[in-house]
């Protein structure tokens, strides 16, 4: 009974350098969500992805930031020239359907540390 | 703006000395609010979803209610392996149609024997 697979679980990267953080959804999901959660603070919506597409990037820094879902293989976080800011936790949830009141299941996260 | 503020931020009981944790939200309009358990070093576990003020779930020592404003989780008889973070997020209403959650910030509950 897979759920949601997060990797790395924990990723060390210097100032400048990318960090590529990996999601596979639940089976039969379609739909994948990324939050983050910086020390002390709440999950944060970053981005709403359908297979190929970003359906809502709202919560996503406009820049070093992007994401993608593609047709076959996991949706990827992709942080370029990362600063020590970016230390946090980023989870990632999946869903079969989106709809009112369809519950996200989330998987355990990959902590990123800056040095 | 979409806000969910939880109280109290921390909460330590009794082994067996029930409780509530309090969420009160503020959207535009409700999709759903739900309720999530996180322990540490792990992602947030869905506990439940409720959609209209009045309703009610229960799921064995833990019961979600909502108001048009406000939704509590009632902790009966608690053990310690009920200790962790309760998290509460609200759905709303977007013109994207988007799903995202806001979360508030968590009630840390811990349950001493």
């Known amino acids: 009974n897979a759920g949601v697979m997060q990797n790395p679980r924990h990723l060390v990267r210097r100032r400048g350098q990318e960090a590529r953080l990996r999601c596979s959804p639940m089976?039969?999901?379609?739909?994948v969500y990324w939050y983050r959660q910086l020390p002390e603070e709440g999950l944060k919506f970053m981005v709403y992805?359908?297979?190929?597409?970003?359906?809502?990037e709202s919560g996503m820094p406009k820049e070093r930031f992007s994401a993608e879902f593609p047709k076959e293989g996991p949706s990827i976080l992709r942080i370029q020239q990362v600063v020590r800011g970016d230390s946090a936790a980023y989870f990632c949830?999946?869903?079969?359907?989106?709809?009112?009141?369809?519950?996200?299941?989330f998987g355990d996260g990959t902590r990123l540390s800056i040095l | 703006e979409d806000q969910v503020t939880q109280s109290p931020e921390a909460l330590r009981l009794q082994e067996g000395e029930s409780s509530s944790l309090n969420c009160s939200y503020t959207?535009?309009?409700?999709?759903?609010l739900f309720w999530y358990r996180q322990d540490p070093g792990k992602g947030p576990e869905f506990l439940f979803t409720l959609y209209s003020a009045g309703e009610e779930k229960e799921k064995e020592r833990l019961k979600a209610t909502l108001t048009k404003k406000e939704s509590f989780l009632h902790i009966t008889a608690p053990k310690p392996e009920d200790s962790a973070t309760y998290l509460c997020?609200?759905?709303?209403?977007?013109?994207?149609?988007?799903?995202?959650?806001?979360f508030g910030q968590g009630t840390r509950l811990t349950i001493n024997p």
């Open positions: 959207v535009s309009g409700l999709r759903g």
């Open positions: 997020a609200v759905q709303a209403v977007s013109i994207q149609g988007a799903q995202k959650l806001v």
């Open positions: 089976k039969g999901h379609s739909h």
């Open positions: 992805l359908q297979k190929e597409n970003i359906i809502d």
């Open positions: 949830a999946s869903s079969p359907l989106a709809g009112r009141g369809q519950p996200q299941h």
